[in-house]
């Protein structure tokens, strides 16, 4: 068996991609929560969270951004991957939409870009971050990107499965 592929951006055997990951999707997807908020209440506190929400999540997404390209880059089987491809052209088609939608709000003001493109870009911010999130889930669990297969295993080591059983997976 082959070693899986490697993760380069880590800290020790920890991919960083992954631990990054969680501010720019939680930052993005409370920009149309707080939308809704604003729709709801009319409370102008909502418009300027959602604006600041999205603001938190570009510089966020371009910080994870950092550590998935030099792991793209670096690893030829992850760039074989049609996953890797979709994962990485939908991040940045919805970092594209989010830097249309934060400016929009930071030109137009935040209330008065809400209703009706603020919201529906946050709204497509959020699905497209869906199906990358999907294809981030295929490249670790079914292509085991950055995964030990087996207790004890550094990265470098190659796989074999204990007493000829199945391998035990952990992410790394």
Do not use: C
């Not at 994962?87 to 934060?102: E, K, R």
């Amino acid at each position: 068996m082959t070693i899986n592929p490697k993760t380069t951006a880590a800290i020790g055997d920890h991919p960083l991609h992954p631990m990054l990951i969680p501010f720019p999707v939680a930052f993005l997807v409370g920009a149309p929560i707080a939308d809704l908020a604003f729709i709801g209440t009319g409370d102008a506190f909502w418009a300027r969270a959602a604006m600041w929400l999205i603001g938190a999540g570009i510089v966020m997404a371009l910080v994870a951004a950092v550590a998935g390209f030099a792991d793209f880059l670096s690893e030829p089987r992850i760039r074989s991957l049609n996953d890797a491809w979709y994962h990485m052209v939908g991040n940045l088609t919805a970092v594209v939409l989010a830097l249309v939608n934060f400016y929009l709000r930071y030109a137009q003001g935040a209330e008065a870009a809400i209703k009706p493109w603020g919201v529906v870009l946050s709204l497509i911010v959020v699905g497209i971050l869906l199906f990358t999130g999907w294809k981030g889930w295929e490249m670790v669990y079914r292509h085991h990107v950055a995964v030990v297969d087996a207790p004890g295993q550094t990265s470098s080591e190659p796989v074999t499965p204990p007493h000829g059983g199945e391998s035990h997976r952990r992410a790394a």
